[in-house]
């Protein structure tokens, strides 16, 4: 018993040294900078380009008719020789020509990220941009390796940003062509509120607290969306959480949607999918379904009354069988049925419905 309790007070003492090294060696660290700085003026109609690698974008508006750059490069490490050498290679091409004002993060050809960010490199490095600029300029911006922040734009927005995070107050750009347009690669994005926005993100997570917009290309990623008024989406080996929409018409493959309420128009194509709507209120205009090797629910209000038109090969249409007056035909694996549920003669709501190896429900 003593022997053990002599060697775990020599393991504790190792550990306390260790650590204890490790704080004195902390301790030592210098932090180094590089910095820049550009102002310039500009308005509504100038674009501000911004291009980055290995830090983080601030953009903040405000109402002077002039935009303020300030670059930080930042190294911690012990070496004075290392850091002067390193922080050398990183620079900054600012450029205002033809409207468009330039800031552009440049390495030396010298520059071994390697030697930077392996073990015996940096403690830290980063290269962080904070902007002022006014809220109706449009903004062009490609990131990598670090998150983006966005206050508050009106003007176009161009966002693209790859292994970082995005975070974003207000996009107020509305239906004006071109789109806005947030493009995201292995990051996560949150958004508070966005009126018209294109997405394009693959193996990443968006969650949207409310628009009125959206176009959204996506593969291998997840989209949550509290409140908007239209959805059109292709997705591929996706997650949808929804919460409410007015209309939504989605291209989809290997992917799960959810949404709590659908009020107007709903298009499906869908192939090896899974999609539920909680509930479709009585006043719907038009449910379009084409589905295959996928599950589909629709939570229709009871009562409704809808023109039905399906065709279903080994699969079934389930719809409120008390509420219809239908021509129905079974046959071996196919099935038909055409008519009107609910008592509404006069309903100009419709569904169509073609499936195969995959049930759709209309009912809650």
Same mark, same amino acid.
């Given at each position: ?6 060697? @775990? ?5 190792? @550990? ?7 704080? &004195? ?60 050498? =390193? ?23 010298? @520059? ?12 830290? @490095?980063?290269?962080?941009?904070? =902007? ?21 734009? #009106? ?32 990051? %996560? ?14 193996? #990443? ?34 997650? *949808? ?12 493959? *290997? ?6 309420? &659908? ?9 090896? #999918? ?31 009354? *809808? ?24 046959? %071996? ?7 009107? =549920? ?5 309903? #100009? ?16």
């Amino acid at each position: 018993m003593k022997r053990k309790n002599w060697y @775990f007070r020599i393991l504790v003492a190792g @550990f306390l040294i260790q650590t204890l090294a490790i704080q &004195i060696v902390a301790a030592q660290e210098k932090q180094y900078t590089k910095k820049f700085h550009e102002e310039y003026q500009a308005g509504a109609g100038d674009v501000l380009r911004i291009e980055n690698i290995y830090g983080n974008v601030t953009i903040k508006n405000w109402n002077q008719n002039k935009v303020v750059i300030d670059v930080v490069a930042t190294l911690v490490g012990e070496n004075q020789e290392k850091a002067d050498r =390193i922080l050398g290679y990183v620079n900054v091409d600012f450029s205002y020509k033809d409207n468009e004002i330039r800031a552009v993060t440049v390495l030396d050809s010298k @520059f071994n990220s390697n030697q930077v960010f392996g073990n015996e490199g940096r403690k830290k @490095f980063s290269i962080d941009y904070i =902007i002022n600029m006014p809220e109706a300029m449009q903004l062009t911006l490609l990131n990598k390796y670090g998150d983006v922040a966005i206050n508050e734009l #009106s003007g176009l927005v161009d966002v693209n940003v790859k292994y970082g995070n995005l975070r974003a107050n207000r996009l107020k750009r509305t239906d004006n062509k071109p789109l806005s347009q947030i493009t995201l690669g292995y990051g %996560n994005a949150t958004i508070d509120e966005c009126q018209w926005l294109k997405i394009d993100m693959k193996y #990443s997570k968006m969650s949207i607290e409310k628009a009125k917009a959206l176009v959204v290309i996506s593969k291998y990623s997840k989209l949550m969306l509290t409140e908007g008024s239209s959805l059109v989406s292709d997705a591929k080996y996706d997650t *949808y959480e929804i919460g409410t929409l007015v209309n939504f018409a989605g291209t989809g493959a *290997y992917t799960n949607y959810r949404f709590d309420k &659908i009020a107007n128009k709903i298009d499906l194509n869908l192939r090896y #999918s899974d999609c539920r709507v909680d509930f479709v209120p009585a006043s719907f205009e038009s449910i379009e379904i084409d589905n295959s090797y996928g599950s589909i629910r629709l939570g229709i209000e009871e009562g409704a009354s *809808y023109q039905l038109d399906g065709n279903a090969r080994f699969s079934k249409i389930l719809y409120p069988e008390n509420m219809a007056k239908v021509s129905r035909i079974v046959e %071996n694996t196919q099935m038909q049925v055409s008519g009107r =549920i609910g008592k509404d003669e006069k309903t #100009s709501s419709r569904v169509r419905v073609t499936t195969e190896f995959g049930n759709v429900s209309l009912q809650r």
